[in-house]
Nanobody, 127 residues
Framework: QLQLVESGGGSVQFGGSLRLSCYGP????????IGWFRQAPGKEREVVSC????????YYTDSVKGRFTISRDNAKNTVYLQMNSLKPEDTAVYYC????????????????????WGQGTQVTVSS
């Protein structure tokens, strides 16, 4: 089964930065909107951000606005999530997911909107 591949997770201190990457071997991500999700221990998975295929539309959950930036390089078949000013509450497993449409779903739409997922990468922020 085709699967996305996340990388770039790790452990950082409060206020640190990480850049996550989502690569699509076997996919042409350029045609699809890509979302980033996260799941903290004991919590449900939540959407963090989404970017349309042409990068003309992005959105972020309120808790990361102004700190996280989603971007994509379609020539490299890769989507990025730059995470700055990290907080302990950002600790989670981060997943990328591909929506087989060029636009992002409405904010708050369910995971069913996304057809392909990665295995996730752990981000741990210590205080």
């Amino acid at each position: 089964q085709l699967q996305l591949v996340e990388s770039g997770g790790g452990s950082v201190q409060f206020g640190g930065s990480l850049r996550l990457s989502c690569y699509g071997p076997g996919f042409t991500l350029a045609y699809w909107a890509i979302g980033w999700f996260r799941q903290a221990p004991g919590k449900e998975r939540e959407v963090v951000s989404c970017i349309s295929s042409s990068s003309d539309n992005t959105y972020y959950t309120d808790s990361v606005k102004g700190r996280f930036t989603i971007s994509r390089d379609n020539a490299k078949n890769t989507v990025y999530l730059q995470m700055n000013s990290l907080k302990p509450e950002d600790t989670a497993v981060y997943y990328c997911a591909a929506r087989t449409r060029n636009s992002c779903p409405r904010m708050g739409a369910g995971e069913y909107e996304y057809g392909y997922w990665g295995q996730g990468t752990q981000v741990t922020v210590s205080s």
